[in-house]
């Protein structure tokens, strides 16, 4: 065989490796049932929001949380020193529900991220058992948060990944990779402690009070930009119980409404992901080249050159590679309700993703990284 050949048996083994590893991730984040009555813990909830210019977008979520069902003690939303009246329209969305009030954001302190410092505030001012921080662009199902008490058991935390609603093309070709990276790439089946394989998606995060306290909360990632991942890894290492779920048909977000900020938005977290480990993410993006994109960069140059008929070993592995890697995104999609067109764009948004990740690392090493009108050194 060529050395091309060589090269697509190995990337090829690979992918078999990983469709392993997605089928026993796919085995464990199920999607919660409705939950019974008397299947849930003690305790009662606190449901924080962070909230930063999100006057366009907090009605529906705040009417959301309000009807949500199961022991809800009361409904925080912390204004992010927002300048578009987003605390009135959060009082109006609350129809005069006792349980929802709006606290005022105190200045950022110097080291924290916007973020994990509204959470921080939030935590501060509850006083639930449990803990839910979810995003002002979400909108929950009345069962959601029983459904996820329901399947808690001994877990620390629970995060349920929203069915994402993806509106324009570049949302659809980027946004369906965060399940990608979370369930191929992954092996949440696997037990123990190890810090690298905490996960969370902080626009459903449940968590237990003790267990969230205990590694420090907030201001234990304070300057971390993506603090649900960070969370959940430091929750992983001080021996608790994770638990990602499906939340398709429990919770929608549309993260982003445009090119624009699809862009923003994953140069942000596509490197502060792996923290400070610039090796961790070198290596990761060179797998998932192997995985994602070689197999169909070889299969385009095979045919534009008309080589397929000359080199049949490469043309045959790399066309065996390129369909394995479609079930698998097709397998994903089929679970958490993903449009079809996701799957067949692959390659396209593969590309896309790379790109963004190499803007997220000039980013990162230029400290130049913004977000919601503000600017972080990058961690």
Not at 139 to 159: C, F, I, M, Q, T
Not at 254 to 272: C, D, I, P, T
Not at 344 to 370: C, D, E, K, M
Request: net charge positive.
């Amino acid at each position: 065989m060529s050395v091309l050949a060589w090269t697509l048996a190995a990337t090829a083994g690979l992918t078999v490796l990983l469709a392993a590893n997605l089928a026993a991730n796919l085995a464990c984040f199920r999607r919660p049932r409705p939950a019974r009555s008397g299947s849930l813990p003690e305790g009662r909830v606190s449901i924080l929001v962070p909230a930063r210019n999100e006057a366009a977008r907090i009605a529906p979520c705040i009417r959301s949380l309000a009807a949500l069902e199961g022991p809800v003690l009361e409904i925080l939303v912390l204004d992010d020193r927002s300048d578009d009246g987003t605390a009135d329209v959060v009082r109006e969305a609350a129809a005069g529900d006792a349980r929802v009030r709006v606290l005022e954001g105190a200045a950022l302190p110097e080291g924290w991220t916007g973020k994990a410092w509204a959470c921080a505030q939030l935590a501060e001012a509850s006083r639930g058992d449990w803990l839910l921080f979810t995003d002002a662009d979400t909108r929950h199902e009345p069962g959601a948060l029983a459904a996820a008490l329901a399947v808690s058991g001994d877990a620390a935390l629970v995060s349920l990944w929203p069915g994402q609603e993806l509106g324009t093309w570049s949302e659809r070709l980027v946004v369906p990779f965060m399940l990608v990276l979370l369930l191929v790439f992954l092996p949440h089946w696997m037990p123990g402690r190890t810090r690298s394989l905490g996960a969370a998606n902080g626009q459903f995060m449940l968590f237990r009070r003790r267990a969230y306290e205990a590694v420090g909360g907030h201001a234990a990632v304070r300057s971390h930009l993506v603090d649900d991942v960070a969370l959940a890894r430091a929750l992983r290492e001080n021996g608790e119980t994770l638990r990602n779920r499906n939340g398709a048909g429990w919770v929608r977000c549309r993260m982003y409404e445009n090119a624009a900020g699809v862009w923003e938005g994953f140069s942000k977290n596509l490197r502060a992901g792996f923290e400070g480990s610039t090796c961790s993410f070198l290596a990761f993006h060179a797998v998932e080249f192997g995985w994602g994109l070689w197999p169909f960069l070889v299969l385009a140059g095979l045919g534009l050159t008309g080589m397929v008929c000359q080199d049949v070993p490469a043309a045959m592995l790399a066309g065996v590679q390129a369909v394995l890697v479609l079930a698998m995104r097709g397998a994903i999609a089929s679970a958490c309700r993903q449009p079809w067109t996701t799957v067949l764009l692959h390659p396209i948004g593969q590309a896309v993703v790379f790109a963004i990740a190499a803007n997220s690392w000039r980013l990162y090493a230029a400290r130049r990284v913004t977000w919601k009108g503000r600017a972080y050194a990058g961690r």
